[in-house]
């Protein structure tokens, strides 16, 4: 989408236009829910209706762009998610159903080999092998679709920093794959 | 070099910062490195989490979207919180006007049925104000009034035992005192050179000292220093080096805090220590903290 086109889109909705705010879930809703579940799985639909309230309470001050307005959205969606750890940390224990505790161990490097590859099990994969800062670029920018400038914002870090260990990042998953057999 | 004969992985060292751009961005990754450019591809395809209540979810953002924009624009409802109700302006008036009639009851200036109306009615609420006298107990050379402190005066009307060093006086003879308060009453005046806030309403007849000081300072109240007498309720916080001028008045001083306080003449012991209440006529000094009283 151009950015005259985001702009009028984002004036449509502010204004509580139905089809553009339709357009801005449509377009953003895969990309959210998708990293709500790698966090938090047992919350992802919580925290996201959560994150499009907060949306809908402030989209009315929003101002920028395209790529602004997603960074916006997950800023929201990590301090929902925080506040939701925060609170989940309090509480002595968390009901974990049995057929979550039967796939607990993660997504086995070989299995990615399988053409059935789902977006879910590539992305915990990525959790799992990876550092949690880069786990956490990693999913920002190919799942959230943010930009380098953007990410280091949201997570208080240099652009430098982000590039280093997002390269980092790659050549580990590069390594595990490769340990794995995966060579497609 | 392929990948069958790179057991060190030369390639995936060899990723250049294009390279990794590229990769995260979805564009055409660097040929060596395809499963890693799948991983990411598979991670990107989220055609399948579309939701399938998306109408109703939207219409839910939709209408919180609506609701969140006809809210009052936040300087009108801040004003809205922030205007003051037309019953407090009422009691904050008569608050003023009240406390004027007992700050001047408390000088004993109003006429002498208004003063013993005052005095009367001010009893109730256990706030003590000189009775209109025809002759002052005590002849004063002093105004009627006089500020004796610095700053801002605040005064509690009383009637009794005189004290003038509750609550601010505390120190060194007969210096200054500075504060905050006010002295009515015929007292002597004070120089300060303190702190500290205090007020001190003058009776011309012992009784009822009530006061409520705090007092930090160094003052010195008596012959040498002075002594301030007829002073029945004190309440200030005070803070200072204090010097009252010894005047006509009998009574003593009353020292509250670190002070010397010297008494020469009684004929009515003060008290001093918070809220005193003297009845007792023709006592010794009494000197609360560290003072000196020196009879």
Redesign the interface.
């Given at each position: 989408m151009n950015t005259d086109g985001f702009g009028a889109l984002l004036r449509a909705?502010?204004?509580?236009?139905?089809s553009a705010?339709?357009s801005l879930?449509?377009d953003l809703?895969?990309?959210l829910?998708?990293y709500l579940a790698v966090r938090e799985p047992r919350a992802a639909d919580d925290l996201e209706a959560e994150v499009?309230?907060a949306?809908?309470?402030?989209?009315?001050r929003f101002e920028g762009g395209e790529e602004a307005f997603r960074g916006w959205l997950f800023a929201i969606a990590r301090r929902r998610l925080a506040d939701f750890r925060r609170t989940a940390a309090r509480r002595a224990t968390v009901p974990v159903p049995n057929e979550e505790l039967d796939g607990a161990g993660g997504e086995d490097p070989a299995d990615?080999v399988a053409e059935d590859?789902?977006?879910s099990?590539?992305?915990a994969?990525?959790v799992q092998t990876l550092s949690p800062d880069q786990a956490e670029i990693?999913?920002l920018?190919?799942?959230g679709g943010l930009g380098?400038e953007q990410v280091a914002e949201l997570l208080g870090k240099r652009p430098g920093t982000i590039?280093v260990l997002?390269?980092r990042a790659?050549?580990r998953?590069?390594?595990e794959?490769?340990k794995a057999g995966?060579?497609? | 070099m392929t990948r069958s004969n790179d057991p060190s992985d030369e390639m995936g060292r060899s990723l250049s910062a294009d390279d990794a751009e590229r990769l995260l961005n979805g564009d055409a990754g660097p040929a060596d490195m395809p499963e890693v450019a799948r991983l990411l591809a598979t991670m990107r395809d989220v055609a399948a989490e579309h939701d399938r209540d998306e109408a109703a979810t939207v219409a839910g953002i939709t209408a919180a979207i609506r609701a969140a924009d006809g809210t009052e624009p936040v300087a009108l409802e801040r004003a809205r919180r922030n205007r003051v109700p037309a019953k407090v302006t009422v009691i904050a008036f008569a608050a003023v006007v009240a406390s004027g009639t007992a700050a001047a009851a408390a000088n004993g200036s109003l006429p002498p049925s208004v003063q013993r109306t005052v005095a009367t009615t001010l009893s109730h609420v256990h706030i003590s104000v000189p009775r209109p006298h025809p002759q002052p107990s005590h002849p004063s050379r002093l105004p009627a009034a006089v500020p004796t402190t610095n700053g801002v005066p605040r005064s509690k009307p009383s009637s009794g035992a005189p004290s003038d060093t509750d609550g601010g006086d505390k120190g060194r003879g007969p210096t200054n005192r500075k504060g905050n308060g006010t002295h009515t009453g015929p007292s002597t005046p004070a120089k300060g050179n303190g702190k500290g806030n205090s007020t001190h309403t003058l009776p011309t007849t012992p009784g009822t000292n009530n006061g409520n000081g705090n007092g930090n300072g160094n003052g010195k109240n008596g012959t040498n220093g002075g002594s301030v007498t007829t002073t029945t309720v004190v309440k200030g916080n005070g803070n200072g080096n204090g010097k009252t001028t010894p005047t006509t008045h009998t009574l003593p001083p009353q020292s509250n805090g670190n002070g010397n306080a010297t008494q020469t003449t009684h004929t009515l012991p003060p008290q001093s220590n918070g809220n005193t209440t003297q009845t007792t006529h023709t006592l010794p000094p009494q000197s609360n903290g560290n003072g000196r009283n020196a009879p």
């Open positions: 909705a502010q204004e509580g236009d139905d705010v339709a879930y449509h809703h895969p990309r829910i998708r499009w309230l949306v809908a309470q402030g989209i009315a990615l590859l789902t977006s099990a590539a992305a994969f990525v990693v999913l920018r190919v799942i380098v590039r997002q390269h790659l050549r998953l590069h390594a794959l490769r995966v060579t497609r | -």
